[in-house]
């Protein structure tokens, strides 16, 4: 039973043309992430929700963009895909963002640039 | 700046047990997470260590030191499925997880 859904698991996008990737959960968590993972490197943090509240690294490229209409759904929006935005990228939840709260996470979407 | 460092590549033999390193310097600490990556899929939460010492759940055990900034991962009875990226995370004073690039465990028979 699937807690934390992303979709699509594989999307081939065209250099410059804009793409979403979508998450949902069902866990009613609180806090909802986006992280991009690249081949044998760390997940890197883009975003997170606590509840409504948005908060956008800083090192966060302003080519990422997301949106959380309510509490079970999440999107991730990159307007304009450069070669260097192939990655995996996973969304995960969590209770609270304090203490001992582990992320859970999705599958992960694997996004290609054509 | 935050750091955390843990081995690139581990190789180990089917039954036997293995030991993975973290070391860490993070603007404070609110907790370290151990978690499971295999190839192509997402992370799996293992373990949460917040105080010293050792915690243990079934196969796995995971250590903490705060005072030396370090833990290990510790699998025993290592299996093939076992064949994973091992990642270190800690939690600093702003609830930020702070991600190692994990240690790939290959498990040979």
């Known amino acids: 039973d699937a807690m934390v859904i992303q979709n699509p698991r594989y999307q081939v996008t065209q250099f410059g043309k804009p793409v979403t990737l979508s998450c949902s959960q069902t866990?009613?968590?609180?806090?909802m992430y986006w992280y991009q993972q690249k081949s044998s490197q760390a997940p890197k943090l883009l975003f997170h929700?606590?509840?409504?509240?948005?908060?956008n690294e800083a090192d966060t490229p302003d080519n990422f963009q997301s949106r959380r209409p309510n509490t079970s759904f999440c999107f991730l929006d990159i307007r304009s895909p450069g070669l260097g935005d192939a990655a995996m990228y996973l969304c995960?939840?969590?209770?609270?963002?304090?203490?001992?709260?582990?992320?859970?996470f999705g599958d992960g979407t694997r996004l290609s640039i054509l | 700046g935050q750091n955390i460092d843990q081995p690139t590549e581990m190789t180990a033999t089917e039954g036997a047990i293995v030991q993975i390193n973290c070391t860490y310097q993070?603007?404070?600490?609110?907790?370290l997470f151990w978690y499971q990556q295999h190839a192509g899929e997402a992370p799996t939460f293992l373990s949460y260590?917040?105080l010293d010492g050792l915690e243990e759940k079934g196969r796995f055990s995971s250590f903490l030191s705060r005072s030396k900034g370090y833990s290990y991962l510790l699998l025993k009875e290592l299996q093939m499925k076992d064949s994973a990226s091992y990642l270190c995370?800690?939690?600093?004073?702003?609830?930020?997880?702070?991600w190692g690039a994990g240690t790939k465990l290959i498990i040979k028979p």
């Open positions: 995960a939840t969590s209770r609270a963002i304090e203490g001992n709260q582990p992320q859970h």
């Open positions: 995370a800690v939690m600093d004073s702003n609830y930020q997880l702070i």
């Open positions: 866990l009613n968590h609180n806090v």
């Open positions: 993070t603007s404070g600490f609110n907790g």
């Open positions: 260590n917040v």
């Open positions: 929700y606590y509840d409504k509240d948005f908060n």
